[in-house]
């Protein structure tokens, strides 16, 4: 792996992707769906960190496509791209539903892990904790290959931004005006 990075618990599927973690856009969403449901940061904060590794658990595909093959800058800018996309469909789905500094900080607490361990993988730093992070992100790993790996991350995210968006006395109301066109 670039920068000598090491890991025994590298996964290659017969379409030859590398899955190695769910994607930064997906643990943003995840954030984002706890900081709508959750308001206290004391409770908040902890329970978005530890999502991470709770759907790091998850089997998921990643879009580390072919890394043995691409240069280190096009892993960063790959990164980078994920990263952007992750805050931007945060912004749009989840700016009015709570405060943006909250929502924001939940967000980077979602994707902190990934964040310390970055140094290590993307940068060679060698160094505790960012080591630590990097050896525990490849262990915990759940991989699943294409489709599917890709479904499931899909599904579960879009579930639980569902649940955190939606008005539940909206639908109640709805499902009884439904209830009503139907009495007899």
Known sequence: MPNGH???KIVFTNQNFLVFSMTATAHALIGASIAVKVANPILGIPLAIFSHFIADLIPHWDAGTN???????????EATIDVLLGFIL????FRNLTNPVYLFAM???????DWLEAPSFMFGIKIPPFTWLDWLGHKIQSRAQL?????????IVATLVLLATIN???IDGFLASLFDLFKV
């Open 6 to 8: 090491k890991c025994d």
């Open 67 to 77: 890394h043995r093959q691409k240069s280190m800058t096009r892993l960063r800018l």
């Open 90 to 93: 945060v912004f749009l789905i």
């Open 107 to 113: 967000v980077f607490a979602a994707q902190l892990p």
């Open 147 to 155: 489709p599917w790996g890709l479904v499931t991350q899909i599904v």
């Open 168 to 170: 539940i006395t909206r």
